[in-house]
């Protein structure tokens, strides 16, 4: 995907979303119609779970109506209950609170619709299948980098929003990692914070904070993404300190990739936001007509929900070429 082709398409999007309904794809064809509700479109990675589901849509030739909260539970719920009027027969969610996306899992399985938590869990809300990439193996391979590049220092540890579970097992597999090094006094984190929404602007504000209480004495960072990482960065730009402070991020956004070219981001984390939509949409279509989820998953979570879970992988400045650009998931261009 050319990079100017991504601007147009994420930017087409937007005024979508700006719309308040993002991706309804009105046919009279009597196909099954999936309903799909996603929490933001203001990063990256969303976008490319977008646009998976498009792809899924037009090769599976099923009807798949997308929505977009905007990073608002309410939002979230009329989107839903509108997608439950229009008729859908299965519902995939990536919810923006865990929490309160149990009363959605709730009504549509009050509806006879079978639901599908994507990318995120739902708190103990009985989703029938859980569609991730393995969330406490992301978090290891933050903690691995951390402990192979931080020998000893103070670390900064900017997670996600509170409101999304990804956030604790990814914290989970981090700390896993690093836990010896803290217990001997080796490392000491000096912040611990959530990000309120993921927002670059709150990581930015609390970045700046951790550096002023420290005296700019941070010698890692552990952001649970991409946009994180980017502002951590920013923060410490601003005080000579970009590129000399190891960070760690996910998403593959290009920005990111670009840092880790550059040398102020240290890795990231890629995972197949396209298989991941064509998996969904065919699960779904499958639930729809009868299947067990037993029979759809390869594992399950620690609530007894069913898993099809995806491996992530690590970028850093050794395979971003191999892993992006030879494999043909980016062009060079992505990244000048």
């Not at 196909?31 to 646009?51: A, F, M």
């Not at 290891?140 to 604790?168: C, E, K, Q």
């Not at 070429?321 to 000048?336: A, N, P, Q």
Request: charged share 20%; hydrophobic share 45%; with cysteine.
């Amino acid at each position: 995907m050319k990079n100017t082709m991504r601007v147009i398409t994420f930017l087409l999007i937007l005024a979508i979303v700006a719309g308040a309904l993002t991706g309804c794809f009105k046919k009279d064809d009597g196909k099954i119609k999936i309903g799909v509700s996603l929490p933001t479109l203001r990063e990256e990675r969303w976008v490319e779970d977008y646009n998976g589901f498009l792809d899924a849509q037009e090769s599976l030739g099923f009807e798949v109506i997308i929505q977009v909260a905007d990073n608002s539970a309410a939002r979230q719920q009329n989107q839903v209950e509108n997608m439950i009027t229009q008729g859908i027969k299965a519902l995939v969610i990536a919810p923006h609170d865990a929490v309160a996306a149990r009363q959605l899992v709730q009504l549509a399985h009050k509806n006879k619709i079978p639901v599908i938590a994507y990318d995120r869990p739902i708190t103990n809300g009985g989703a029938d299948l859980l569609i991730e990439t393995d969330q406490l193996e992301i978090g290891r391979i933050m903690g691995r980098y951390i402990f192979n590049n931080v020998p000893s220092g103070n670390l900064v540890f900017l997670m996600g929003d509170a409101g999304d579970d990804t956030v604790y097992p990814m914290r989970d597999g981090t700390m896993e990692i690093i836990k010896p090094r803290l217990d001997n006094g080796t490392y000491k984190i000096v912040m611990e914070q959530f990000v309120v929404d993921w927002v670059n602007a709150n990581a930015l504000r609390l970045m700046e904070q951790a550096l002023t209480a420290n005296g700019n004495n941070i010698q890692g960072v552990i952001a649970q993404n991409d946009g994180i990482a980017g502002a951590a960065i920013q923060a410490m730009a601003a005080q000579g300190l970009a590129g000399k402070v190891p960070v760690t991020g996910q998403d593959a956004e290009n920005d990111a990739i670009k840092r880790i070219i550059d040398g102020t981001q240290g890795m990231t984390i890629l995972y197949d936001n396209a298989g991941m939509a064509m998996a969904a949409v065919d699960a779904a279509i499958k639930l729809a007509n009868g299947a067990s989820s037993a029979s759809l998953s390869n594992g399950r979570s620690d609530d007894g929900t069913y898993v099809l879970g995806f491996p992530p992988a690590e970028i850093n400045k050794n395979n971003y070429k191999r892993l992006l650009i030879d494999s043909g998931l980016r062009d060079e261009d992505d990244f000048h």
